[in-house]
Each structure stands twice: as structure tokens, then as C-alpha cells.
């Protein structure tokens, strides 16, 4: 933790700020939507990735006003849940590219989930932590299915190779993020377990 010490809050919007300044600008825009899935795994987490920094300058009493709808984090996943559905839909991203607009609503939305992912993950606790990733990694296994089954392109600006490469990356980023999130379970446990022992020990 003492490593991370200089990362402050001010320093984490700073760094937001820049991320989404070199997002927005046409250079890597092109350069990560040239492909599907830079487009769908490249460029929606690192705007998720500015959102969350950026929402790391709000000051305690911000965080609590914002905790009043968002008890225990389920307002605030929900929506994130509800973003990324959206998002995965072929027909979202081919607009994206065509239409000034929905580019514009799509990286104000992963703006602003990255934000809402920070202040509701510790707030959910494990069990709706598990809640929010058994909804949302299921899915991506099955619109990574969709990718490389289907026999025709689903977005008419991406070829039929790229579209089945993002199925198998969306797939394979679901068993990972399933196997992180078991082994931070296992460790918590075992952390659990350890201080319990411990606590007994002290009492003899």
C-alpha cells in the first residue's frame, strides 16, 4: 500500500484525464476501432479504466451523497451490468463508427460505468460481487459464441475473421476474470481463517 501512496487522488483524475484526452483523440480512436476487438476489448476498458480513475477524486462527503442510491453497490453495478449489454450488441458498434452521436453517448457510458464499477466493487461485498459477474460473464461467453458461430457478418464494418477473434478473446477474458475473482475469494478465506486462528490463539 505504501508503494501506491504517491498515487493520490489528485494524481489518479489527472491520469483519468489524460487516458480519456488520448482516447478521444482521432489518432487512437482509429487506431483501436479499426478492429473489433480493439474496439470491444482495447478501447471499452480503458475508457472503464478513466472512468474508474477519475472517480477517484471525489472527496468523502461526494461518496457518501452518492451512497444513498446506491446502497451496497447494486445501483451502481446494475447499471454497469446494463452498459455492457448494451454495448456487446453488433448493431452499437457499427453505429458507433457512423454516427457522431452514439460514439459519443458509448464513451460517456463506459465514462461513466468505469466511475460507478469503483464506488459500488467494495461496496457490493463478495456475494453481489458474484451476483454482478455471474450476469455479466455468462453473457460474454454467449455473445462470444454468437461472434464465432454465426456464418454471416453482424457488423457490416468488420470482417468475418476479426468478428470471430473477438468471440474467442470475449470467451477466453470471461474464464480469466472468473478465475481472478475465484482466487481473490480463496484468498480472503484463507486471510479469514488465518486472523481466526490467530484471535484463538491470543485468547489461550
Known amino acids: 500500500m505504501r508503494r501506491l501512496a504517491w498515487f493520490t487522488p ?13 482516447l478521444a483523440g482521432l489518432p ?8 473489433m476487438w480493439r474496439h470491444m476489448l482495447l478501447q471499452y476498458p480503458l475508457w472503464l479504466l478513466a472512468g474508474a480513475l477519475m472517480a477517484g477524486t471525489l472527496g468523502p462527503g461526494a461518496q457518501r451523497r452518492l451512497a444513498r442510491w446506491n446502497a451496497h453497490g447494486i445501483a451502481g453495478l446494475a447499471g454497469v451490468g446494463v452498459v455492457l449489454s448494451v454495448l456487446m450488441v453488433p448493431r452499437v458498434l457499427d ?3 457512423n454516427d457522431v452521436l452514439v460514439e ?4 460517456a457510458a463506459l465514462l461513466l460505468a468505469g466511475a460507478a464499477l469503483r464506488l459500488s466493487w467494495n461496496a457490493a461485498g463478495l ?3 458474484g451476483f454482478f459477474l455471474g450476469n455479466v460473464l455468462p453473457m460474454m461467453v454467449v455473445v462470444g459464441q454468437l461472434y464465432i458461430d454465426a456464418p454471416l457478418r453482424l457488423c457490416n464494418a468488420y470482417l468475418l475473421d476479426d468478428q470471430a477473434r473477438l468471440g474467442h478473446w470475449l470467451i477466453a477474458l470471461a474464464a480469466v476474470l472468473a478465475m481472478a475473482w475465484l ?3 480463496a484468498w480472503w478465506l484463507v486471510r479469514r481463517e488465518g486472523a481466526g486462528a490467530k484471535l484463538t490463539a491470543s485468547d489461550h
Open 10 to 22: 489528485a494524481r489518479q483524475g489527472l491520469a483519468g484525464l489524460l487516458l480519456l484526452a488520448l
Open 28 to 35: 487512437l480512436r482509429h487506431l483501436l476501432e479499426a478492429s
Open 95 to 97: 453505429l458507433a463508427l
Open 104 to 107: 459519443t453517448l458509448k464513451c
Open 127 to 129: 456475494v453481489l460481487q
Open 183 to 185: 482466487a481473490h475469494v
